[in-house]
């Protein structure tokens, strides 16, 4: 398996590696410098509509620090 991917133990799921960069973020494409982080290959379905905010509330949190 490369660097860039690893199966969680947990689940068994694959998962990529996402490298830290900027990331355009809304509508209005404010940059921000994201760390790096590790998605799931797959569709992860539990977490449905509420991934928008999920995601600004992480991008918040990662941006902090920074």
């Known amino acids: ?3 860039d991917m690893m199966i969680w133990e947990k689940t068994g799921k694959a ?3 996402i490298p ?3 990331f355009l973020f ?3 494409k404010q940059e921000l410098e994201l760390p790096e982080f590790w998605i799931d290959r ?3 379905t ?3 509509r509420r991934f ?3 995601f600004a509330d992480h991008v918040r949190e990662a941006t902090k620090s920074a």
């Open 1 to 3: 398996m490369s660097q």
């Open 15 to 17: 998962m990529a590696r």
């Open 20 to 22: 830290a960069g900027k």
């Open 26 to 28: 809304g509508e209005a």
């Open 42 to 44: 797959t569709l992860v």
């Open 46 to 48: 539990k977490i449905g």
């Open 52 to 54: 928008p905010q999920i």
